[in-house]
């Protein structure tokens, strides 16, 4: 009997934890353009330090859907939460990642955003994969080229309906090098609106993949495509919009929120139908969301 009602607490607990991420992935999947889901990036860094599971934990209370975080491989072939190549910027640590075994880089401690040394230690990948797995989606940065390897951490934590990963290859390189993985995971496309090509990119993807979303990046408003976009993709791909600096989305960033929100995030999201909004303030765009009532 006690088994019995273990089992039952258990299924009851999975199905709780995946009723809030099923939402997340259906709205990309099905193209919802009703509502903005956040992306916080390397988690709520301002709160922790970046990388940690507890900047992964404070992004999901500050109210973010998916997670952006860095992966690097260690000497030993472990793989762990890491931005740089080198140790200097965001731990106790010196020297590069990779001469570094994941025994060592245990005794190290994470700095937060003003290189202050904290109390938060190096997670593993498989761990951060643990500790999301049912509350929050995770966007994999710097993970392509050791992706077979992480198809395995995937498949241990049974959380490979998790994951986004994103690139900026052509479609033939794209299925190619990740097709045996695009049924299972979310890829999207970057694709850069300055560059001359930009069109026909998006027009390749659109043919071969059909992704559920597009990256797309343009430095400033005198580029016709990101309008031009909002018609041509609706229905077919959502937009993705990165506001972490003014290069990335016209000018429309974070430090613009701060003094005009409705001319950064705003813009974005009413004039260039920006559905997923990558972003260092989670929380301040989340409660902008509730304002306009487009929280998933």
Known sequence: MIKLLFSLLLLF???????????????????DDRNVLIVAHRGDWRQAPENSIKAIELAIQAGANIVEIDVAKTKDGQI???????????????????????????????????????????????????FSKGKVMLNLDKAYEMFDKIY?????????????????????????????????????????????????????????????????????????????????????????YNTLWDTMAGGHDDDMAVEDINGSYGYLIRDLNARIIQTDRPAYLAEYLKKLKMSL
Not at 82 to 102: A, I, P, Q, S
Not at 197 to 226: C, G, H, M, S, Y
């Open 152 to 240: 395995e951490l995937l498949e241990k934590t049974q959380t490979t309906d998790h994951i986004i990963m994103k690139g900026n290859k052509d479609v033939a390189t794209v299925k190619k090098q990740f097709g045996k993985y695009l049924d299972k995971v979310i890829y999207m496309p970057i694709v850069n609106l300055d560059n001359s090509n930009a069109e026909q990119i998006i027009e390749d993807f659109l043919r071969e993949l059909k992704p559920v979303a597009f990256e797309l990046l343009f430095k400033n408003d005198t580029n016709p495509l990101p309008k031009l976009l909002t018609k041509s993709l609706k229905g077919k791909s959502l937009i993705w």
């Open 80 to 130: 762990i939460l890491m931005h740089d190549k080198t140790l200097e910027r965001t731990t106790t640590g010196k020297g590069k990642v990779t001469d570094w075994t994941l025994d060592s880089l245990r005794n190290l401690k994470l700095k937060n955003g003003a290189g202050i040394r904290t109390k938060h230690t190096i997670p593993t990948l498989e761990e951060a994969l643990l």
């Open 13 to 31: 607990a999975s199905e709780t934890l995946y009723a809030q991420i099923t939402p997340i992935r259906e709205a990309l999947l099905n193209r």
